[in-house]
């Protein structure tokens, strides 16, 4: 289950197997940005605030170790 908070506002959804959390998030009536969909560009960076992703075989490449420790993730690439 993933629950979104946006500008005040709160979503939740499930998130299908095989889909990456980019995917899943383009679901809901929000503007998610995104560009490379390959985990180069950083568009779109978001912060996660709990629970774990996973990138599999994919580098987070657009993400500097700062962003890392700020709990900031690339749902482009991002399983749940």
Known sequence: KILVSH???H???SNNSGNTLLET???LPLPIHQAC???ACGVC???LLEGKID???RKPTALRQQ???EGFILPCIAEQ
Do not use: F, P, V, W
Request: proline share 0%; hydrophobic share 15%; with cysteine.
């Open 7 to 9: 500008n005040g506002q």
């Open 11 to 13: 979503y939740s959804l």
């Open 25 to 27: 998030l383009q679901q």
């Open 37 to 39: 969909r390959n985990g």
């Open 45 to 47: 960076r978001c912060q």
């Open 55 to 57: 990138y599999g075989y």
């Open 67 to 69: 962003h890392i420790d």
